[in-house]
């Protein structure tokens, strides 16, 4: 089976629990457990100087430091897509409590994930990661799964953000910027990666059925079992 073959089946079945998750979380109500989910001591762990490098991006921050989600993500994957709106509502819910940090993994199957990867990286060097990184998901739709170059509508959504679009554009095209999103791929190999998303807590791969899933999981790590 070649990568790519790989993470396709891997993303196909990662949609399946994503769209379960997603409609858990747009039906309203509290969602119930599986019941099933293995807790993050019953597996191997990956290191976090692996998972969280010094220049990663961190969207969500808890000092303590008890619980902290890595997702591997591609912008212009629908399961990544699926899952943006649970992660968000996560991150609300545990303002303060949770660490939570964007890895880079586009795919080369799909056409514009990589000039993404770079739109939102050329973003975080003006300090507007988390912004672009909302902007892609919630546009996606709009210019996801497209054989043609996407860049103009990237440089469209860096304007709206209040970017210097001429350090944008510059920073989109330095080698420099490829060679960072590289640097998460390849730390994505290590740790297992073989479709996106992929989410690890405290170094520990982790595949959730539902919403409930991820929280049950949270709140394992902050009590510190």
């Given at each position: 089976?070649?990568?790519?073959?790989?993470i396709?089946?891997?993303a196909?079945?990662?949609?399946?629990?994503i769209?379960?998750?997603?409609?858990?979380?747009?039906g309203?109500g509290?969602?119930?457990?599986?019941?099933?989910?293995?807790?993050t001591?019953?597996?191997p762990?990956?290191?976090?100087?692996?998972?969280?490098?010094?220049?990663?991006h961190?969207?969500?921050?808890?000092?303590?430091?008890k619980?902290?989600?890595?997702?591997f993500?591609?912008?212009?994957?629908?399961?990544?897509?699926?899952?943006?709106?649970?992660?968000?509502?996560?991150?609300?819910?545990?303002?303060?409590?949770?660490?939570?940090?964007v890895?880079?993994?586009?795919?080369?199957?799909?056409?514009?994930?990589?000039?993404?990867?770079?739109a939102?990286?050329?973003?975080?060097?003006?300090?507007?990661?988390?912004?672009?990184?909302?902007?892609?998901?919630?546009?996606?739709?709009?210019?996801?799964?497209?054989?043609?170059?996407?860049?103009?509508?990237?440089e469209?959504?860096?304007?709206?953000?209040?970017?210097?679009?001429?350090?944008f554009?510059?920073?989109?095209t330095?080698p420099?910027?490829?060679a960072?999103?590289?640097?998460?791929?390849a730390?994505?190999a290590t740790?297992?990666?073989?479709?996106?998303?992929?989410?690890?807590?405290?170094?520990?791969?982790?595949?959730?059925?539902?919403?409930?899933?991820?929280?049950t999981?949270?709140?394992?790590?902050l009590?510190?079992?």
């Amino acid at each position: 089976m070649t990568k790519n073959a790989k993470i396709t089946v891997g993303a196909v079945a990662v949609v399946v629990i994503i769209v379960a998750a997603f409609v858990l979380l747009r039906g309203g109500g509290s969602p119930q457990a599986s019941g099933g989910a293995p807790t993050t001591s019953e597996v191997p762990k990956v290191p976090m100087d692996v998972l969280v490098r010094p220049d990663s991006h961190k969207i969500s921050t808890a000092g303590d430091g008890k619980a902290t989600m890595v997702e591997f993500l591609d912008f212009e994957c629908e399961a990544c897509a699926g899952a943006f709106p649970a992660v968000e509502q996560l991150r609300k819910e545990y303002a303060g409590k949770l660490t939570y940090v964007v890895r880079y993994f586009p795919i080369d199957s799909h056409p514009n994930a990589h000039n993404a990867a770079r739109a939102a990286e050329a973003a975080a060097q003006q300090g507007k990661f988390e912004q672009m990184y909302i902007k892609l998901f919630e546009n996606q739709d709009s210019w996801g799964h497209s054989t043609e170059s996407r860049a103009s509508v990237f440089e469209g959504y860096a304007a709206e953000l209040g970017l210097d679009v001429a350090k944008f554009k510059a920073a989109v095209t330095d080698p420099a910027t490829a060679a960072r999103i590289a640097k998460d791929q390849a730390d994505g190999a290590t740790a297992g990666v073989e479709g996106t998303p992929s989410f690890y807590l405290n170094g520990a791969k982790i595949t959730p059925r539902s919403v409930q899933d991820l929280r049950t999981a949270i709140d394992t790590a902050l009590a510190g079992r």
